[in-house]
């Protein structure tokens, strides 16, 4: 719902289902309002209204549901929260599982959030650089206010500093600086096409071997940190970054892959296209 939507008041009674029926006796309601906050101290409960037909910004209330008590309403407040952002509402939902949460965020705003069920999306990235700049996009897209489903990410980083303890040679290399990963090994970085003056192992994707294998010619060992490679078939819908994307995104049924470069409406449409068909949470 939109914060336009909830109306908030403070009262002086007991949140009792008793007292807020004995309440809500010849009220009025503002012609969009359809949910109130009522808060005693610390304490909230949450008020659906049914309006009647009339004219002007007022109509009675002719009937009313309790949506919840103060035993299963929380209070939540986050001044950088955009209170109508489906994504982050049900981010939240999932801190407070089973709980209608009374949200307050940017501008002061008041929203209420109940009954989201949240949707999951895997992202499956390199690191370092920490955070991954995939995990950075998706999180951009989903606050950017063009991904209307609630979505909550779950991240999958791939460390390539874990596959240093695999390596047998007397160096490794990596495919880039930027990464400003070491080893207790002569170190090289496959950007800057280095001259080799050791045997070493690539740990890197497909394209950083057959990068490999073009400039330096013959075999390397090879440690495979692929993203698109550690997608799994279990039906949770995945995104990650492939070489073999050049603009767009592909979709191959719950597995979505957009380009190394990737851009915030590219993860977007990649996003909205991996999830065109789930819920929304109205």
């Known amino acids: 719902m939109h914060c336009k939507d909830v109306a908030v008041r403070e009262v002086d009674f007991e949140l009792t289902a008793e007292r807020i029926g004995a309440e809500m006796s010849d009220w009025i309601a503002y ?142 290399m990596f495919p880039c600086e930027v990464s400003h990963l070491t080893a207790d090994m002569p170190v090289y970085f496959l950007d800057k096409t280095p001259k080799l003056e050791h045997d070493v192992t690539l740990v890197g994707c497909h394209l950083s071997k057959r990068i490999y294998d073009e400039y330096y010619g013959g075999e390397v060992p090879f440690l495979n940190v692929c993203p698109a490679d550690y997608m799994e078939d279990d039906g949770v819908p995945t995104i990650t970054k492939c070489c073999k994307v050049k603009n767009g995104h592909i979709l191959d049924g719950c597995h979505a892959a957009v380009p190394w470069g990737a851009t915030v409406p590219e993860v977007v449409e990649a996003i909205n296209d991996l999830f065109r068909d789930a819920p929304s949470d109205e």
């Open 31 to 172: 012609v969009r309002t359809d949910h109130i906050v009522l808060r005693n101290g610390d304490e909230f409960a949450v008020v659906r209204f049914f309006k009647g037909e009339g004219k002007g910004l007022f109509r009675p209330v002719v009937d009313f549901e309790i949506v919840s008590l103060p035993e299963d309403t929380v209070y939540h407040e986050d001044p950088d929260l955009d209170i109508i952002n489906v994504p982050r509402l049900a981010e939240i939902q999932t801190m407070y599982p089973g709980k209608t949460v009374v949200v307050k965020g940017v501008f002061s705003h008041v929203n209420v959030v109940h009954g989201i069920i949240p949707l999951r999306l895997r992202v499956i990235d390199n690191v370092p650089p920490a955070p991954s700049k995939l995990g950075a996009l998706v999180r951009m897209a989903l606050s950017s206010g063009y991904v209307e489903k609630p979505i909550v990410p779950e991240f999958v980083d791939i460390d390539m500093a874990d596959r240093i303890s695999e390596v047998r040679t007397e160096a490794v």
